[in-house]
């Protein structure tokens, strides 16, 4: 028991990837030996009899931090995933012409993900040196897509880092690179995890992962899947958009390329990332992003799905998506709320899922459709709560043909978590 007890610790990133590169695959490497000496001499009483205690069960988080104001804030729509000039295959895409259409279209911050191998690493002097790279409306994040060998992710920094160190080390051990995305103190996200260039790496890695990339909603229902694995296995990873758009409209007929259609039915915005970030900041996106403060919606005209939680049963709402919190053991009032213009007449259904398993259906109409339920979440273990919003389309008259592609869906929140442990 006593090997068991130095065997689990509260973060091995923490532990690991503070020391030099040596260091830690020592420590990794006896780690593991350990681990699979203990297994070894246990695997016989667990056979027989029942005295087998998980060293690793979940046990009581103790005191979690308070949660922050749920109205303190501003929602911000944005974009995080899409490419300009600097990525070789875009067409007609300057980043003048991307930050020029997200304006008309309201959004608060966006951020270019050019492919780094494109340019050998070098983003900081190719997308970021651009002289169109600058906006006086709407917010900038720094970044690009990590494009590997095992995948895509996209990083998200309020300030330059040092993208070409994350480029050199992109087919080294997982737990070299996550030393290294640590020291560049960046938020890095999982881009469509599933199907070609799925995201190979170690989610233990990244903050967030893409649920919903491109206009083409029906093609993420396995990245859904792997977000709610993620999740169910305590990793509580925020679910985030991407149009991962590479074409514009073309100035000139004779400017349009084989692939100049998709500009009309995949741009910016299809889908808007909402983040509910404290100050209208670069910095307060990329924080919103982390904590899960965060939904997506078909386009930015689209009703925003707002998720609320009233946990003392006072009558208010007292935490939002994102937000973790201590079961009391009685019953908590959740409130969907979606924001925003909505269809005139439209019934918008509210699916409700907990703990990755279908939790139950609701119909909401209305200005503001609004879905009341209450349940009991269960005081020992994590439980969490999300939802999935679908009906009528809204119009999108900038991009007219993404309504098809995305059909009936709305928008989805990010789960409402109890239990969940803020050191693993
Ligand atoms: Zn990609
Ligand atoms: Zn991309």
Redesign the pocket.
Known sequence: MIAHKTLKPNNNYDIVFNNNRKTPMLVSIIRIGLLMMTTYCFSGTARGQSNHSNPWAVTDVGVLPPIASITGGVWLKGEL?V?SRHSKESSNNPISKILAFSKAVGMDYICI?DHDNHVNGDVANNTWADPEFKSDSILLLYGA?WTTTRG?GNVFSARPYDHQRLYDVRDQRDVVIGAVKKQLGVHLSA?HPSGKDHFGYSYDMVNSIEVWNSAVWSKNANAIMIWDDMLSSGRKLTGRGGS?AHHGVPDKPEQATTNSYQAKANYVGTPTTWVFATARTSQAVVDALTNGRVSVSANPYAPRVEFYADLDQDGKMDMMMGDNARPTGKPVKFRVQLTGQTVSGATYTVNVVKNGDKFGTFQATGKLPTVEFTDTPATSGRTYYRVVVEGPPTAYPQVPQSMALSGNMVGLSNPICFNFDPNF
């Open positions: 995933h490419h993900t897509e895509h881009n991962d």
